[in-house]
């Protein structure tokens, strides 16, 4: 806290503070230490990130196809892109599976992330929580394919003796994109519990302390201090799981395309966005198109993470 009478540094003296301190030595001492080790992670960005990116952008303007050279098209593939009923139609099913898997994704990790802090110190239990997540995708989806067959699947096994009838969780339009939320959110709870059982970690315990001495109960505590001091990790949990939520792929295509399926069925039900490109690129070999309606996704997702952070407050913590 400034002094009475201090006078307050002005924004051109910080400023100046700063062109100093870059100036300095000791300052062009330190970045030559740090340059050889951010060259390599920086080459590998503009070549593996920054290159494709230019290079996409260039290739949604082109008709481009695997066997001829691109040639150029200049807006038409956006504007097929905008009278596209199929693309709308994924498009609308991602939301729909987004909105499934993250909405009840978050709120199982963060259930299990407070029963982790509370019920448990076992490292092994903690552990367990996060062994779906090292399961590979297309394993977990194969597994979860053979226990929701409608004949041979131990969930329907269980729901036919108690029920007397079974569920097409993977052949019906009605049920196929609960069920693949459902599988995503099985794999990905226990990382996102984890990093939430660490921000809880983060908590002073002389918080809750004080907050019990004036009577506050455990579901008001929740409310007024867990939540909001857990804020910057839950953002960044929800920015992460709807991001991976969008590029869904590899569980829609292995879940949905058994041996009586075909990938993003029944009737393009499941037919997500990621799902679409792939096809159009490498089975219709229509890779300009397919970039562009890449490059759609690119933006909804710039714009849906810049919004959340706006939002969600992201870069500010209640803890001071």
Do not use: C
């Amino acid at each position: 806290m400034l002094l009475t009478g201090t006078p307050r540094p002005t924004t051109a003296s910080r400023k100046q503070v700063r062109k100093d301190t870059w100036r300095s030595p000791e300052h062009r001492k330190d970045w030559r230490v740090a340059l050889p080790f951010l060259l390599p992670a920086t080459v590998g960005f503009i070549f593996f990130a920054v290159y494709p990116v230019l290079r996409g952008i260039y290739l949604s303007f082109t008709n481009f196809r695997i066997l001829s050279p691109p040639t150029w098209t200049g807006l038409a593939n956006y504007r097929e892109l905008l009278h596209d009923s199929v693309f709308w139609g994924s498009l609308r099913v991602t939301v729909y599976f987004v909105v499934l898997s993250v909405g009840i994704g978050i709120l199982i990790s963060l259930v299990t992330a407070v029963i982790l802090q509370r019920l448990t110190k076992s490292t092994v239990i903690r552990g367990l929580v996060i062994l779906p997540f090292l399961i590979s995708s297309v394993v977990a989806a194969l597994v979860w394919q053979l226990m929701l067959d409608p004949e041979l699947g131990i969930v329907n096994i269980v729901l036919k003796s108690l029920t007397g009838h079974s569920i097409l969780f993977l052949g019906s339009s009605t049920w196929v994109i609960p069920s693949v939320a459902f599988i995503s959110v099985w794999k990905s709870m226990g990382y996102n519990a984890i990093l939430i059982f660490a921000g809880l970690q983060t908590i002073p315990g002389d918080i809750y302390e004080a907050a019990r001495i004036d009577g506050a109960g455990e579901i008001r505590m929740f409310r007024k201090l867990t939540l909001p001091l857990l804020r910057p990790i839950m953002a960044m949990v929800v920015i992460l799981t709807v991001i991976s939520a969008f590029q869904v792929f590899d569980i829609v295509a292995v879940a949905t395309g058994g041996p009586q399926g075909t990938p993003g069925g029944p009737a393009n039900a499941s037919n997500v966005l990621p799902l679409y490109i792939y096809n159009t690129g490498f089975g219709e070999f229509d890779f300009g198109y397919a970039v562009t309606m890449s490059m759609a996704l690119f933006v909804m997702l710039l714009a849906i993470t810049f919004t959340q952070m706006r939002l969600l407050r992201a870069n500010q913590s209640d803890l001071g």
